[in-house]
């Protein structure tokens, strides 16, 4: 894979597929941090107008930008059947995780455990779909 000039994160390559884990990780983490920033503030509004209690929204929510990120990524590795493989395998692991994080947390407000769950989802799909799909495409 050869690396194109770009100062933007995450860098890819020519074919628009992210060249490097660290960056990938670090995207997922500052949407994830955008998507609850974001959430806490429309949480916040609708609780100002007496619509709700804060803290009471969804924090799976968090994970739209991050799944943007994913969107991309799994659109840049066209031509094979690797993509959709890693992507079952990074799905069901990562949800599995989210799940089991959010069940722990619990006993959190709901904004909180899902950020957790949305989190910990995000972070073990981009792990495995990374490494999975270039395992799988022979990279």
Sequence with gaps: MTESKSDSLPRRDAAGRVVALPDLL???GAGLVIGLVVLLLFDGVFTLIGDGR????NGWLAVILPAWLFADDFRAWAGGSARF???AVATGVGVASG???AGIAAELPATA???IGAAVFALVYAAVWFHGVRWLDGQ
Aim: proline share 0%; aromatic share 0%.
């Design 26 to 28: 670090g995207v997922v």
């Design 85 to 87: 493989v890693a992507a």
């Design 54 to 57: 804060l803290g009471q929204s």
């Design 113 to 115: 455990g899902g950020g």
């Design 99 to 101: 799940l089991l994080a």
